[in-house]
């Protein structure tokens, strides 16, 4: 068969399976390692947060690891060869999260030696807030986990023949396993050797690509020919679903949601040894992040380029997008015994890097929001009991979710939409409660209720009635140099629809699915948050606004936190006595105006002050 003109591909060999095999069985190694390292310091500090003695080059390469899990491997590629490079401009986005996250979130959760991020919510708020919180984080782990877990083992299932069940349920046990007997150190480190597979499978892809094509050159014509190269699209209508836009507002603000607030990422940075250390790991990650997110988008030109006059797809070749890349391996890896076994490899070492960052971070928070407040007189023993037996159940849990996830269609949209629903509100509650002293803990939660339920009101509507084509822009693919063509009654944009979901005919289309519902998915988190915020204000006014005698001056951002001006004194929590003066000048000091309304507000250590911007 020539490559690249439709039809079966070739099985796994021997030794991909050797490969995988031995990638997996790597990865559980480094976890037995650490377990095994670190069995004299068995305690919940040391399993949650690594002893607090990680440094930022380890810690860099897992947060970058931990979101760009198997959907990145798979969907990305996926995504910029059905839609162009508009994706890489998430490059812009990563940059302005990472340097949001280092000098507001990073310094304030560092200083307050957190263990779960939703410490902070009650603290600021109260335990009901804590609590709802905490909640909302598991729901939308699961749920992102189970899509995690259950999208790469069915592309792979269908093109490499491998078991989908047996395969998903021994990605849980054996992340199941390094977090249960390592904890974070494992996970840290599994991260970083992971990584290092899914820049490798990348890189084959890429090679190979440019050797049958004639080089990167010819890939680069191929793509500028087929329109894959016009990324820059400045149009303002957020009703589009990729614009300059909507990835540097939206999607900046969404994977600000993730990195700044989500106690995957959290957990991380605060393991570091010092201040200064957490800061340098996110902008260490941003060029983590540049180096995947090219590679991937590059994969995806390579398969334009070799696919441009043969889309697998509407070819009948491939059931689902998601699929595309796995079948590109198999149709130009094969004739190199282990090579796709590298790739399916980059794939799942994606899927267990981002598992095992889950179930952690659900231990963590479940242990330190449900349990310690419960049961308040346990043991290091007890609770490192405790922390296993929740690593046990929520791998499962997150297996049993996998199922759930075989209904969310497009997994790369799909996954970010969830997070935008779910922790945009969220982002809203902390920027509140961080920002603005005025604001108490009903209008906090209200705003927390109102920002939640537009933004599933929104992101439900658009899983039920997608955007059309003249919204999501899928750019032309072609047939016509396929070896055989099936029957297939839809034109060449129509695939992409019916690849993510069944949409419904227009004439059964409501009046908001082409206004309300075609809001552009990455607005979802952007959205919450502003709701959030706007109405916690105003509630927070019309009840009376904070008791200024409860409110804590270490809770808020401080000047001397920015651009790491108060690195000096990383592991430095604010003094006592200030914080008794602090208290004594707020109570006192009710009748001042900036005690009174809704201004935005910077704490100043230094000047035991409040400062109005």
Known sequence: MTIGTGGPVASFSVWDYVVFVGTVLGAAGIGLFQAIRGRKNNNSGEFLLGGRQMTAVPVAMSLTASFMSGITVIGTPAEAYRFGTDYWIFAISYAIMSIITAEIFVPLFYRLGITSTYEYLEMRFNKLIRVIGTSMYITQTALYT???????????????????????????????????????????????????????????????????????????????????????DFDPDPLKRHTFWTIVVGGSIMWVSIYSINQSQVQRYISCKTLTQAKL????????????????????????????????????????????????????????????????????????????????????????????????????????WINMGLSVFFGFLCIGMAAIASLMGSILQAALSIFGMISGPLLGLYVLGMFWRTANSTGGLTGLIVGLVITLWVGIGAQIYPPLADKTNPLPISVAGCNRTQDLNYTTLAPWTRAVTLTPLPDDRPALADSWYSLSYLYFCLLGTLVTVTVGLVVSAITGGCKQENLRLDLFVRRSDLFCAGCGKDSEALDPEINEKAGSELKNGSNNAGFKDSQFNIVDKDVEKVTKM
């Not at 490499?160 to 996970?187: E, H, P, Q, R, S």
């Not at 981002?354 to 043991?379: G, H, M, Q, W, Y």
């Open 146 to 232: 189970g899509m995690v877990i259950y999208a790469p083992a069915l592309a792979l299932n269908q093109i490499t023949g491998m078991d989908l069940w047996g395969v998903l349920v021994a990605t849980g046990v054996v992340c199941i396993l390094y977090c249960t007997l390592g904890g974070l150190k494992a996970v840290i480190w599994t991260d970083v050797f992971q990584m290092v597979i899914m820049l490798a499978g990348f890189v084959a892809v890429i090679a190979r690509g440019a050797v049958i094509q004639g080089g990167l050159g010819k890939i680069w014509d191929d793509c500028y020919q087929g329109g894959r190269l016009s990324a820059f």
């Open 281 to 384: 790991s996110l902008y260490g990650n941003i060029i983590g992040l540049w180096l995947t997110v090219s590679l991937a988008v590059f994969s995806g030109l390579t398969m334009y380029s070799i696919y441009k006059d043969c889309d697998p797809f509407t070819n009948g070749d491939v059931g689902a997008v998601d699929q595309l890349l796995p079948y590109l391996v198999m149709d130009t890896l094969a004739a190199y015994p282990g090579v796709p076994g590298l790739f399916v490899s980059a794939a799942y070492s994606g899927t267990l890097s981002t598992v095992s960052s889950s179930i952690n971070a659900l231990v963590a928070v479940t242990v330190e929001d449900f349990v310690r407040p419960v049961c308040k007189n346990l043991t290091d023993k007890q609770v490192s």
